[in-house]
């Protein structure tokens, strides 16, 4: 797609318009029901479904297949974020009215974030072709170390923070409460920070080590930076309701990080493929139909799957009392 510096410009505006009345509504401190968790999940899902009409509408149905298919993929790999989100949010003991405050800031700097991920990606795609044989095996790799996390169990474990937060703990000092949603606090003469800018820090990073698998990704689906930071955009701009909506059903996903494996896997042999067309080696390339549909098809066998292993217990061997 030709995407003109207006339109760039204008998609931005369209995109920071919407965060402001998603900030405006959730102003004020509070527990965030299920009924508005759906309601919010709802409207960005039809939100992003209009642009992806939209985008097949005036720049054709083969760039909007490509933006379905990333933002379908970002968002499989945003909920299983999620489970590092809950994590987060029982290490610093966010107090519940809090909670959304801190997804919407922290996932506010993500996206601030990607953005130079995919600025970078893209430069680097058009000055090296064979960074596609990197990106390819970068996400097999990714795909086998998942199966291998999962076979552990490693969900349960107790978030640690990364090294760059505790030095800034160190730094600046934090207080020993909540204040609100103040983000700095005076303590002892000292200025401080208060552990809620510390969880808005532990979003926006954790969430930025996972774009170091997703952006490579959503190239392997599509090469376009306007529809890689689109499909980005939509994907983690409904990730704060979706965490509400859907935080008790995150254990029942028992087989999600299988079948993010096989599609970080399938996306990767793409690459390679990609790759060894690019270099001028006569091999099939895997179009963007195929890959929509093999995509959302893992993503509904696994929830399936889930959802019967995650029943299992509940109505298995029951022993009588004696």
């Not at 058009?126 to 990197?134: C, E, G, I, K």
Request: aromatic share 12%.
């Amino acid at each position: 797609m030709n995407v003109s510096l207006t339109v760039w410009l204008l998609s931005v505006a369209v995109l920071c318009v919407l965060v402001a009345v998603d900030f405006l509504i959730g102003r004020k401190p509070h527990e965030v029901s299920l009924r508005e968790a759906g309601v919010w999940t709802v409207v960005w899902i039809v939100l992003a479904c209009a642009f992806g009409v939209g985008l097949g509408m005036t720049g054709g149905w083969g760039p909007a297949g490509e933006f379905f298919a990333g933002y379908i993929t970002e968002k499989s790999l945003s909920v299983d974020n999620l489970f590092v989100f809950v994590l987060i949010m029982a290490k610093f003991a966010v107090p519940p009215q809090y909670q959304q405050r801190v997804l919407m800031v922290g996932v506010l700097m993500a996206l601030v974030l990607r953005a130079g991920f995919i600025a970078a990606g893209a430069a680097i795609i058009s000055a090296f072709s064979w960074v596609f044989y990197l990106f390819g095996a970068f996400l097999i790799w990714t795909a086998w170390k998942l199966i291998q996390d999962a076979r552990k169990e490693e969900h349960e474990e107790e978030y640690e923070e990364n090294k760059l937060l505790k030095s800034v703990e160190r730094r600046f000092g934090v207080a020993d409460r909540y204040h609100g949603t103040r983000l700095w606090v005076e303590q002892n003469g000292k200025r401080v920070m208060t552990p809620m800018l510390v969880v808005m820090l532990a979003i926006g990073s954790t969430d930025v080590l996972f774009a170091l698998d997703s952006i490579p990704a959503i190239y392997g689906l599509t090469q376009d930076p306007y529809i890689v930071f689109t499909a980005n955009a939509f994907a983690l701009m409904g990730l704060r309701q979706l965490y509400f909506l859907i935080g008790g059903l995150l254990k029942k996903l028992v087989h999600l990080s299988y079948g993010l494996s096989v599609i970080l896997g399938f996306i990767g042999v793409k690459l390679v493929l990609h790759a060894l067309h690019e270099s001028g080696v006569h091999v099939p390339e895997i179009s963007i139909p195929v890959s929509l549909g093999f995509i959302v098809l893992v993503l509904a066998v696994t929830t399936v799957t889930s959802l019967r292993a995650a029943r299992r217990p509940e109505t298995g061997d029951k022993r009588p009392v004696s």
